[in-house]
């Protein structure tokens, strides 16, 4: 058997992940965080009358849970279950880089929490924001002439 | 044709054997059958890395311990682990002042170590000889995967990283022999999911024990058990299946250390255990006491280890694998 015919023999016999189950708990979860955060919008809005302003509140305190959560251990536990439902609202981004900082803080505070903080965000940091700039660009051109 | 296994003229006994295991090992199938465990997976250090050198310090002392000897007795130590530059085994093996010889072969190493250990004593070059290996579930997984903390999902195929420490002492006295050891080949087959380990390992030790079977006279029927470690459960159906083509049928007395250290049921352990310290626990906690009981007269004991590095895996290089094998034998029982 070669390593083609190996690798396909593999890709047939191992079992896939339950696509459909994941789906289901990804929306179900996935869709109570997002309620949450509807929530907590109409509550914030009894208070503050700015609408982006309640807005940002919503995220700070979800990403405030979903940090506390990490930092209590109990965060992986839901994330097991709920995959891109807890992955996709800002409660994975702050996992992961909550999560970061737990682990590498025993290589000390620059060259552990420092460095490696956005090893797993980083990428999402840096092409968001790369292309930011290349939108931002055509937005420029296309309302300059358009506009 | 070459004369590949290597047998021994001073037979090498295993003289004692003593594992440590951490928590979710000790809640697994055979817990009461370690020696040592910890409620704390931190064995009350401050880092994993600290805890796993600490579970390869307990490892070795009970061992010595156990075997009624002193640190000096022993003429060298080989001890690998999976950390970079095998630190978990040079922190916690540096304070018994042993000759000690560092390995790296990934979750084959407590082969590995048996193996080298049974030659240097069957050679005559050394009189008693440790051999020990651990891995530990946080700081592999800190250094192979993702921080322990990170919400993720794991695939079907995926192994667990064994909390564990095993240790075996070779030497003259003992009610195991190692007959027999067959040094693995590098085979890599071009798979390269690091979580699928058991499939980038299968075809190793289906070179191995197809070269061991081409040159021995003995056949599957005559070992109680043939003991992998480890494969999981996906890399075990796949040794069975492709053996049988071979015409090597080890379904019936095939077990493999990840599929033993956990429940898969109970566990979320998905495929099985795996990491150094998973064959290393489960040959001292379970093979090697039954052989020594007569329970069990002969096992071939297959170390798998897949020797890839965070490195290779990010550049996209698929995973060599390697399987040793030792033949033990009870000096007891029929």
Redesign the interface.
Known sequence: MDKKEYIEYVEARSKKSPIIQNLIRAFLIGGAICSLGQALLELYRLFIVELKDAQALVSITLIAIAILLTGIGIFDNIARVAGAGTLVPITGFANAIASCAIDTKSEGYVMGVGAKIFSISGPVILFGTFSGVIYGIFYYFITMFWG | MKKEIITFSRIPKIVSYYSVVGNKEHSGPLGACFDEWCEDDKFGK????KAESEMQRRALAGVIRKANLEDKDLDVILAGDLLNQCVGSTYGLADFNVPYLGLYGACSTCAEGILLSSCLYGGGIVDVCGAVTSSHYCSSE?QFR????????????AQWTTTGSGAFIIGSEGKTSVKEALVGRIVN???SDIN?MG?AMA?AVIDTLTRYFNESQHSPKDFDLIVTGDLGY?GS??IKD?LLGNGIDIRKNHVDCGLMVFNRDTQ?VHAGGSGCGCSAVVMAGSIVPNLEAGILKNVLFIGTGALMSPMTLSQGESIPAVAHLVHLSSDLGG
């Not at chain 2, 401050?46 to 890395?49: A, G, K, R």
Request: hydrophobic share 25%; no cysteine.
């Open positions: 401050d880092s994993w890395e800190r993702f921080p322990l903390e990170y919400g993720g999902q794991r695939t079907p195929t087959k071009g798979v699928n499939a075809p996906e159906e796949i492709l979320d």
